[in-house]
Nanobody, 125 residues
Framework: QVQLVESGGGSVQTGGSLRLSCAAS????????MGWFRQAPGKEREGVAI????????TYADSVKGRFTVSRDNTKNTLYLQMNSLQPEDTAMYYC??????????????????WGQGTQVTVSS
C-alpha cells in the first residue's frame, strides 16, 4: 500500500525556520514527481515546491522562492522541505503528494494521485 507520512510541522515566530519531512513507502513504481502543497482555512490547496524524480529538477511557487528548498534523499525514500524566513502568510496545513505521471501544471493539486495526511505549520507575528 502506497503511503506518504509527513512530519516536522509546528509553531514558530516570524523569521523562523522549519524542516518538513515526507516518508514514502509501499511504492512499486517510480513517481514522476513529488511535491509539497499547502492549504489555509478558507483557501484552495496550492502548490509550494515540486521535485522531479528524474534529474532532480525543482519548481517553486513565486511566494516561496528564495525561502523554501525542496530536496529528496533516495536512500531514505524521504522528501524534505526546508522553510526559512517564515511569514504569517505561510501558516497552513502542509501536504506531501506524488504524481505517477507527468503533470501539465505541477503546482496544481490535480494530477497527484497519492497524498499524505498533512502537518500543520503556524507562524506567529
Amino acid at each position: 500500500q502506497v503511503q506518504l507520512v509527513e512530519s516536522g510541522g509546528g509553531s514558530v515566530q516570524t523569521g523562523g525556520s522549519l524542516r518538513l519531512s515526507c516518508a514514502a513507502s509501499g511504492y512499486t513504481y517510480s513517481s514522476y514527481s513529488m511535491g509539497w502543497f499547502r492549504q489555509a482555512p478558507g483557501k484552495e490547496r496550492e502548490g509550494v515546491a515540486i521535485f522531479y524524480t528524474l534529474g532532480g529538477g525543482t519548481t517553486y511557487a513565486d511566494s516561496v522562492k528564495g525561502r523554501f528548498t525542496v530536496s529528496r534523499d533516495n536512500t531514505k525514500n524521504t522528501l524534505y522541505l526546508q522553510m526559512n524566513s517564515l511569514q504569517p502568510e505561510d501558516t497552513a496545513m502542509y501536504y506531501c503528494a506524488s504524481a505517477r505521471w507527468w503533470v501539465s501544471d505541477p503546482l496544481s493539486h490535480h494530477g497527484y494521485n497519492v497524498w499524505g495526511q498533512g502537518t500543520q505549520v503556524t507562524v506567529s507575528s
